[in-house]
């Protein structure tokens, strides 16, 4: 947990669900350019970027996200963003929202190199 308790898994958790079977949305928060540049392959990511989250709100979300029990992970650059719109989701009523601690930027040190860095 951390100061707002919002919980947060680390990537080497993210690496075991990934190479699952699970179903789980990983909600991918960077901006256009930042996905470009680093990313992880796999079909349950979802990228919603968050300046899109600020002029839309909820509305930025495409069906996958929309159900509020759906167990979703959220993923940013280094970590801040994502625990930003876990908290701002589970104000709204999202009830499984979990932030990926380190993010991308810890994922490619620690798990996979190749998804890239900035």
């Known amino acids: 947990m951390n100061i707002i308790e ?10 075991g669900k990934l190479e699952s079977d699970e179903l789980f949305v990983l909600l991918d928060v960077r901006e256009i350019e930042e996905l470009e540049q680093a990313k992880i392959s796999d ?3 979802v ?3 968050m300046s ?8 930025a979300f495409p069906k996958e996200v929309q ?4 167990e ?4 940013c650059h280094h970590g801040v963003r994502s625990l930003q719109v ?8 999202w009830t499984n ?3 990926v601690r380190g993010g991308i930027d810890d994922y490619a040190n620690r798990v996979d190199a190749s998804v890239g860095k900035y």
């Open 97 to 99: 929202v979990v932030s």
């Open 52 to 59: 899109r989250m600020s002029r839309l709100g909820i509305d």
């Open 43 to 45: 079909s349950r990511i």
């Open 6 to 15: 919002i919980p947060e898994i680390d990537v080497t958790v993210l690496a």
């Open 72 to 75: 979703i992970l959220t993923i």
């Open 67 to 70: 159900k509020k029990d759906t």
């Open 86 to 93: 876990a908290e701002w989701m589970r104000a709204q009523g």
């Open 47 to 49: 990228g919603v970027p």
